[in-house]
């Protein structure tokens, strides 16, 4: 048996064996959060087993469609007791939130990762940083130890992958990642149906958002770096939720030229929350947001940062400029 394998039969033996669970994932979730939370706990329950699905921000409305959405809320006020509380998908445990709280004692933690910052906390841990998304690695661990797979799990743990990877697109999409969809749309997802529901169903909110984050597109490095920044004043006056953002930095990341692209979003607690993509492995954006308290990944990484959101963006764009002029 493999490392791997080895490590997934120690992680199915602590399922199988206990009874009540807390699936938890990070804030401000992404579909691949919150269609993992919603995948093991789905498998989790067709073995008969308790299991609680929180997140601090519950359900986004625009994921709302997926499979038994409905399971997924925010943590009680009162904490509980389990059994095992399990962490997926978030590189930090305090990025658990408030649900963390929620969980008042479990004799055991699992953390099960993609980010290779992720710290190696709680007492069974499995981190693949080759993974494209935590479904991925998900999808691999249920198959591996013969969890059940029921067409609402393919569906969750397609929309986990879909997202993590700009829809199959990301350099870490693999040949893996393909038969991986492949299986699931064996399974039953309908591809056609999901990605109209999470690529083609955006509230106008989110382009009206688009414009005016262009309208604050800016250029340096000889056009490798490119930003934009939401204001709190914007944000307020166009009424956008946090979700309406997700992947709207792929617009600037799509720019011929454009190595490194940032995103400055003001937030009501004096910090500014920075999310960096990378083109080009030689420029670590995760080290850049590491110097700020951040992580995430080489290509994708996120921090904040303490400031106003003008010294801030001087800040970050000064890294930003000298590490893509020592890496190209
Ligand atoms: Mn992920």
Redesign the pocket.
């Known amino acids: 048996m493999n490392e791997r394998d080895a490590k997934f039969a120690e992680i199915a033996r602590v399922l199988r064996e206990h009874n009540k669970f807390a699936v938890l994932s990070h804030v401000r979730p992404?579909g691949?959060?919150l269609g993992?939370t919603l995948a093991l706990t789905l498998s989790l329950k067709e073995l008969g087993k308790e299991v609680k699905a929180w997140n601090e921000d519950g359900m986004l409305e625009k994921y709302n469609f997926l499979a038994k959405a409905e399971l997924l809320t925010t943590p009680p006020s009162s904490p509980e007791d389990f059994d095992v509380g399990i962490a997926l998908?978030t590189a930090v445990q305090n990025r658990l939130g408030t649900t963390l709280a929620a969980v008042r004692s479990a004799k055991l933690w699992i953390n099960i990762?993609?980010?290779p910052s992720n710290p190696r906390y709680g007492d069974l841990v499995y981190i693949d940083p080759t993974a494209p998304?935590?479904?991925q690695i998900l999808y691999e661990f249920l198959k591996n130890q013969k969890f059940p797979i029921t067409p609402a799990i393919a569906e969750n743990l397609y929309a986990?992958i879909s997202t993590?990877t700009g829809s199959f697109q990301y350099p870490n999409t693999t040949m893996r990642t393909f038969q991986i969809a492949a299986e699931l749309v064996e399974c039953g997802v309908d591809v056609g149906r999901v990605s109209q529901l999470l690529y083609e169903s955006f509230p106008r909110r989110r382009i009206e958002l688009l414009r005016e984050l262009l309208g604050t597109m800016h250029f340096a490095c000889d056009g490798k770096l490119a930003w934009f920044s939401l204001s709190q004043t914007a944000a307020v006056a166009l009424g956008v939720l946090p979700e309406d953002n997700e992947g709207l930095i792929d617009h600037l990341r799509a720019i011929r030229g454009v190595v490194v692209a940032i995103f400055f979003e003001e937030l009501t607690d004096g910090k500014v929350r920075v999310s960096m993509r990378s083109k080009d492995e030689a420029v670590d954006v995760c080290a850049i947001c590491k110097e700020f308290g951040g992580g995430g990944h080489i290509l994708a990484a996120g921090a904040r940062v303490a400031g106003a959101l003008s010294e801030v963006e001087k800040k970050i764009v000064e890294k930003a400029c000298a590490a893509i002029e020592r890496n190209t």
Do not use: Y
């Open positions: 992404d691949d959060a993992s998908d990762d993609h980010h998304a935590t479904g986990a993590d």
